[in-house]
């Protein structure tokens, strides 16, 4: 009788054990389903969440770039000395604010000619500009009593270097520069000691005492026959 009874607890138990196994196959089924169902695309698993949703969009790099672009193409440099020209050219004006502070000329090595020299400057310890904004620096010289480019403008974010080569030479006729400086971002609305500086100075070629006599015999004729072709 024990052992007929112990056979049909154990069959009851067997049966139990299957029923709850059915279940749990039926409720994974269902959780299978449903996780398929809702998939979603993992993000990329390198980088931050920036990188993925923006650092790394095409859209982003692409409106990144038309924006960095369309601020190139506003930006003249002919543009902006034709807009403030009588402000850059005004020969009693000179700022107090520096955006640059180190100005050294120094000959170019590479040449044999002694007009021709290396200007570099420094942008000053206090000057504090944004990750994407630059100075733009102009560099002009007075000839016949009106200031014309005497390089290209150059734009820089700790220093400038840039090649030049100067009209005038020997300690009888110095070079007149001036400097303009300004952040780039502001080429819209530019104004004197606030966002732009303007410096001149003086700068001599030194050349030995004949030479200096060639070259200003030079500058006479050179002088001379502009105002013949002038007069023509």
């Known amino acids: 009788m024990a052992r007929k009874f112990l056979f049909v607890a154990l069959l009851f138990i067997l049966i139990l054990a299957g029923s709850v196994v059915s279940m749990a196959d039926e409720d994974n ?3 299978l389903n449903n996780d398929n169902a809702n998939t979603e695309t993992p993000l990329e698993t390198s980088g931050n969440l920036f990188d993925n949703f923006i650092g790394n969009s095409p859209e982003y790099e692409t409106a990144a770039a038309a924006a960095e672009d369309a601020v190139d193409e506003a930006y003249s440099a002919e543009a902006v000395i034709e807009r403030y020209g009588s402000l850059f050219f005004d020969e009693e004006v000179q700022s107090e604010i520096k955006f640059i502070n180190i100005i050294n ?3 170019d090595g590479k040449s044999k000619n002694v007009r021709d020299c290396m200007i570099s400057a420094l942008v000053a310890d206090d000057v504090d500009l944004d990750y994407d904004e630059s100075l733009v620096l102009m560099i002009f010289i007075k000839k016949d009593n009106k200031f ?3 390089t290209d403008p150059v734009e820089g974010y700790a220093w400038f270097l840039t090649k030049v080569s100067f009209p005038n030479a020997g300690k009888d006729n110095p070079n007149h520069m001036r400097f303009v400086v300004f952040p780039k971002n502001s080429y819209n609305n530019l ?4 966002n732009l500086q303007i410096t001149d100075m003086e700068h001599v070629v030194v050349v030995p005492k004949l030479k200096e006599y060639l070259i200003n015999a030079q500058q006479s004729l050179k002088r001379f026959l502009d105002i ?3 007069s023509e």
Do not use: A, D, K
């Not at 104004?191 to 606030?194: G, W």
């Open 105 to 107: 000329i120094e000959h």
């Open 191 to 194: 104004e004197l000691n606030v």
């Open 148 to 150: 014309e480019p005497l």
């Open 228 to 230: 013949i072709y002038e």
């Open 29 to 31: 089924s269902t959780v």
